[in-house]
T-cell receptor
Framework: NAGVTQTPKFQVLKTGQSMTLQCAQD?????MYWYRQDPGMGLRLIYY???????DKGEVPNGYNVSRLNKREFSLRLESAAPSQTSVYFC???????????FGNGTRLTVT | EDKVVQSPLSLVVHEGDTVTLNCSYE??????LLWYKQEKKAPTFLFML????IEKKSGRLSSILDKKELFSILNITATQTGDSAVYLC??????????FGDGTTLTVKP
């Protein structure tokens, strides 16, 4: 009964380093999403995947890449981290468009 | 550009008070409006509204949508300290993407 699992929970990077955030869901959902949340702000969509094999840009895609590895897994990659990417990252999934999102517990990323 | 505005940004009340949170939106091809509650970590789903004038209710929480005036309200009656959280409003379009407001931080004091 895990729902949406994100790893790692915390990460500190130096400017220019790369890393991949992992996300997996066990609810057989078709659509998956990556959001970032900055202090005092709502969630902004980075990338989403409507179904296995497809990905699309969201509101703030610059500096990120994604891979929908299979139906369960959707990863987010930072190729060259910048301090402006310091944020909390949430992965989410839903059965289809027009259904509620289920969120993971987030990854707190700090870039120094 | 799709836009969702929540008000107030923050609110402090005492247990037993009733609160009303507001969400207004301007989006292309509206499909649904959703409310989420965010405590320490992940947002959790409260309501999804697609039709005007039909109230959704769950215990002390209720919500309604006005598609003509482009807004929704979330009411919480007889507030408890456990209601303290950030309440997020999100609007989904026919393209399947959700735009979130900045949230209302509710603090309920004993």
């Amino acid at each position: 009964n895990a729902g949406v699992t994100q790893t790692p929970k915390f990460q500190v990077l130096k400017t220019g380093q790369s890393m991949t955030l992992q996300c997996a869901q066990d609810m057989n959902h078709n659509s998956m999403y990556w959001y970032r949340q900055d202090p005092g702000m709502g969630l902004r969509l980075i990338y989403y995947s409507a179904s296995e094999g497809t990905t699309d840009k969201g509101e703030v895609p610059n500096g990120y890449n994604v891979s929908r590895l299979n139906k369960r897994e959707f990863s987010l990659r930072l190729e060259s981290a910048a301090p402006s990417q310091t944020s909390v990252y949430f992965c989410a999934s839903n059965r289809a468009f027009n259904s509620p999102l289920h969120f993971g517990n987030g990854t707190r990323l700090t870039v120094t | 550009e799709d836009k969702v505005v929540q008000s107030p940004l923050s609110l402090v009340v005492h247990e037993g008070d009733t609160v009303t949170l507001n969400c207004s939106y301007e989006v292309t091809n509206f499909r649904s409006l959703l409310w989420y509650k965010q405590e320490k970590k992940a947002p959790t789903f409260l309501f999804m509204l697609t039709s005007s004038g039909i109230e959704k209710k769950s215990g002390r929480l209720s919500s309604i949508l006005d598609k003509k005036e482009l807004f929704s309200i979330l009411n919480i009656t007889a507030t408890q300290t456990g209601d303290s959280a950030v309440y997020l409003c999100a609007v989904e379009t026919n393209a399947g993407k959700s735009t979130f407001g900045d949230g209302t931080t509710l603090t309920v004091k004993p």
